[in-house]
């Protein structure tokens, strides 16, 4: 069964970098794009990046230069390198997969950028 499990979060103050890691299994990762979303405290869940199987990517206007999405198929990984991170950044990260009708969702996990 398809199962993606995000680590690496963590507090981290404003101006500083973490590094996002998704692993995916149940599929085969070099057929599909996968998007890092995040959802912050009383807003609704938002797109962050994606990534498609043949690596071209799209960014949120709001992390635009601040954040590389990148994958290693060969891992069954998809990361997200977040830099300058700003305290609006705060929020639980989740990786996404969209699969015909279906979407699959990690646990997420939480980034604290502190002021």
């Known amino acids: 069964q398809v199962q993606l499990v995000e680590s690496g979060g963590g507090l981290v103050q404003t101006g500083g970098s973490l590094r996002l890691s998704c692993a995916a299994s149940?599929?085969?990762?070099?057929?599909?794009?996968i998007g890092w979303f995040r959802q912050a405290p009383g807003k609704e869940r938002e797109l962050v990046a994606t990534?498609?199987?043949?690596?071209?990517?799209n960014y949120a206007d709001s992390v635009k230069g601040r954040f590389t999405i990148s994958r290693d198929n060969a891992k069954n990984m998809v990361y997200l390198q977040m830099n300058s991170l700003k305290p609006e950044d705060t929020a639980v990260y989740y990786c996404?997969?969209?699969?015909?009708?279906?979407?699959?969702w990690g646990q997420g996990t939480q980034v604290t950028v502190s002021s």
């Open positions: 996404n997969l969209h699969r015909g009708w279906e979407d699959y």
């Open positions: 149940g599929f085969t990762l070099d057929y599909y794009a």
């Open positions: 990534i498609t199987g043949g690596d071209s990517t």
